[in-house]
């Protein structure tokens, strides 16, 4: 299954980023051949829509689920409209995340904000 992180470096051991739409880097990670590739996320200086624009690159790179700290609400249509799952990440590094995520030990992100639009 093809997955994506917010990064905060183009690391494993970077820890996830706080903020989905604006993070610096997003990981897009294969659970089953365990290929890893860090995207640079072009939407951070975006006014508004970023959570959007980010979505829309999980999206079209056939990610299947989002692990992240915080989603906004049009960001989770978007994905929801993709059919990304989204799941509620913990505070540490991205492998410890991929690692939690693969031992099925991340929950269903239930709570979406309000996007920031370029607050």
């Given at each position: 299954m093809k997955i994506a992180i917010p990064a905060e470096e183009k690391s494993m051991d970077s820890n996830i980023n706080e903020s989905f739409g604006r993070t610096p880097y997003i990981l897009l990670y294969n659970t089953i051949t365990k290929e890893s590739e860090f995207?640079?996320?072009?939407?951070?200086?975006?006014?508004?829509?970023?959570?959007?624009?980010?979505?829309q690159v999980v999206a079209d790179n056939g990610i299947k689920a989002l692990i992240t700290l915080r989603c906004g609400e049009n960001a989770e249509k978007a994905l929801n409209s993709a059919e990304v799952l989204i799941?509620?990440?913990?505070?540490?590094?991205?492998?410890?995340?991929?690692?939690?995520?693969?031992?099925?030990?991340?929950y269903l992100l239930d709570e979406f904000h309000e996007g920031f639009h370029g607050h």
């Open positions: 995207l640079d996320n072009s939407a951070v200086v975006a006014q508004g829509g970023a959570g959007v624009r980010v979505a799941y509620k990440g913990i505070n540490e590094t991205v492998k410890r995340n991929i690692e939690k995520f693969i031992a099925e030990e991340l």
